[in-house]
């Protein structure tokens, strides 16, 4: 049985998987949609069948982990990990902005004061909006 696994690009990441076939890293295929991965990957025994999968996910995409012919996970790879898309829903709910009315700009700034997301705003006497740069 297969399991699903969210991680990061460029974030190493460990994978446990059980299989009574023994496995080397020879063994262990990483399929994406445009084909075979060339990530850098390790594969060691726990004992008792089980494994440890240590890799580095070069893309983002969706890709499958096969170990000794046997799907043992399915990866979603993003470009941020869980906790950078949590700091910046926290960003955007507790940090600071700056409407600069004469360039119809608005800058979300984070708590640490850098700079977030930029956007145009258009405002009149009935309605604003904002359209991301």
Known sequence: MS??????VNEPSILFFQ????VTVNDIIVRGIDGLEDWDIDVSTLGNDL?????TPLDSGEFAVV??????????????????????????????????????TLLLVRQD???????AVTD??????????
């Open 113 to 119: 004061g850098t700079d977030f997301a930029s956007f």
């Open 67 to 104: 170990a000794a012919g046997v799907l043992v996970a399915q990866l979603e790879v993003s470009e941020k990990t869980p906790l950078q898309y949590l700091r910046d829903l926290e960003d955007e709910a507790m940090g600071s902005w700056r409407w600069d009315k004469d360039a119809g």
């Open 51 to 55: 494994y440890v999968l240590e890799f």
């Open 124 to 133: 009149s006497l009935t309605e604003a909006s904002r359209e991301r740069l």
């Open 3 to 8: 399991m699903i696994k969210h991680v990061a």
């Open 19 to 22: 299989t009574e076939e023994s």
